[in-house]
């Protein structure tokens, strides 16, 4: 994940910019999906298939990450998201 302490893929580190109550049911869409046998991604995927749900309802459907967090759509106020554009800002200056 980009602040290399917790495991994980960019959507995993996307999802927590996103309004919790919304990646929650975003993520009980996708276990019924799952247990309805709708779905064909690997468990390890997961967290993709919830953002990327999530992303589907927005005002604009199937954003890219980078898109939705320009958009507001994914926090970039989040204390996440300015702790690791500050690191980014330090890194590059």
Do not use: Y
């Not at 960019?10 to 247990?35: M, R, T, W, Y």
């Amino acid at each position: 994940m980009p602040n290399n302490q917790i495991d994980g893929m960019l959507e995993d580190f996307c999802s927590q910019l996103a309004d919790p109550i919304g990646v929650g049911f975003a993520e009980k869409c996708v276990n019924d999906a799952k247990a309805n046998n709708f779905t064909t991604f690997i468990d390890t995927h997961k967290t993709k298939a919830v953002i990327h749900t999530f992303l589907a309802w927005q005002h604009e459907p199937g954003m890219p990450l980078g898109q939705a967090i320009s958009a507001r759509t994914l926090n970039p106020d989040n204390a996440l998201a300015k702790t690791f554009a500050d690191w980014l800002t330090e890194l590059f200056q």
